[in-house]
């Protein structure tokens, strides 16, 4: 396979090659080994950005959230970043930190996007939908944690009662 791999380049650089071998991998439902290429393909510094960026989708779809906010993170310092390009990867960060129950840190993100592009998709009511959601919990934290399941388990014992 090297010799194939050596001929078959023609003087491509090895990050665009990564790039490529990557992409076909995610086309195919391979997320992890896409993420790993893309991975490769984001020491060029001419793919950093993108490579970055495919690395935390792929690694999302893989299931590995923690890794892809850090790969969403490391593509937001890539030097030249577009402003649109920005407001992409923040919006992903966003959603990812999201999903893993991290409300302060996807707030911060979506905050960032809203000053870039204020009526990108869903970012306000995400943003409203999260600090309501924030609110509500902090209130309930404070009257104790024991509270709530207390509350669902009776819940849940009414329904069963009533239920049959």
Not at 57 to 68: D, F, I, T
Not at 99 to 120: F, I, K, N, V
Not at 127 to 135: A, H
């Amino acid at each position: 396979m090297r010799t194939l791999e050596a001929t078959g380049s023609t003087g491509t650089p090895d990050g665009y090659d990564a790039y490529e071998r990557a992409t076909a991998l995610k086309n195919v439902g391979l997320f992890r080994q896409a993420a790993e290429h893309f991975e490769k393909a984001a020491q060029d510094p001419a793919l950093a950005l993108k490579g970055f960026a495919q690395m935390g989708l792929s690694l999302r779809k893989s299931g590995k959230q923690e890794e892809a906010v850090k790969a969403f993170r490391r593509a937001l310092q890539v030097p030249q970043t577009s402003s649109k390009e920005q407001v992409q990867i923040l919006y992903l960060l966003g959603r990812t930190l999201e999903s893993l129950g991290r409300t302060p840190e996807a707030l911060e993100a979506y905050r960032w996007l809203r000053r870039e592009a204020p009526h990108y998709r869903d970012v306000a009511m995400r943003i409203e939908l999260l600090s309501t959601r924030r609110i509500h919990t902090d209130h309930h934290q404070g009257q104790g944690d024991s509270l709530w399941p207390q509350q669902a388990l009776q819940m849940w014992q009414g329904l069963l009662r009533h239920g049959k």
